[in-house]
């Protein structure tokens, strides 16, 4: 199929593929989302792509309007962001105290996996796949959380917060120090002590 492997559950992997598409931009805010388009480019029934949107839609990534169809919706303005980010960072620090003390060599393991791949993005200056994997990393935190519901906590705050990451990720003075803030965050994780892993995370979410 185009570009992701489907699972056991191909409207989640549908989901999540445009969702990571709509908040790096490469979709973009206002673009339509028709089934029969999405049908053939995931080579799938309508059914799952249906499914697949009805939950974005619910994040409030996408909305319908009347004659309109499915489109991207709007992110939100800066003053609504200035109240989204102090959510998002209660909801990672919460994430992470429910993890911390049961995290395993394969958690580091899939961390430095993505530390890997952003050093690279930061050398090559990709900053649609910096920002994705940005995401990504913060993403696996909640992830991890055994607390029901949190995941789409996260995502309904992530969806809000579009407009923010792009224009933080959109060529800054030195791409090398994004590299260097997660791997402060990791290298903190590692040392055991939680209050200062919190703020390490929370400075990081800004």
Known sequence: MSQIELTSNPSASIAD???MEIITGRIEEG????EVSLAERFEVSRAPIR????QLAHEGMVESKPNCGMRVAPSSSKSMQELVIPLRQTVETFALRS???DLK???FAEWEALLTEMKAACENQDFLQLTELDIKFHQ??????PEQGLMTIWLTLVSRLRRHFLEGFQKPNDPMKVYYEHLAIVSMFRSGKLE?????????ID
């Open 17 to 19: 593929q445009l969702r």
């Open 31 to 34: 673009a339509a989302l028709r």
């Open 51 to 54: 499914e697949a949107l009805k």
């Open 99 to 101: 993890i911390f003390d």
């Open 105 to 107: 060599n394969d958690d």
């Open 140 to 145: 696996s935190i909640v992830a991890r959380s």
């Open 196 to 204: 200062p892993s919190i703020q390490a995370l929370i400075s990081n």
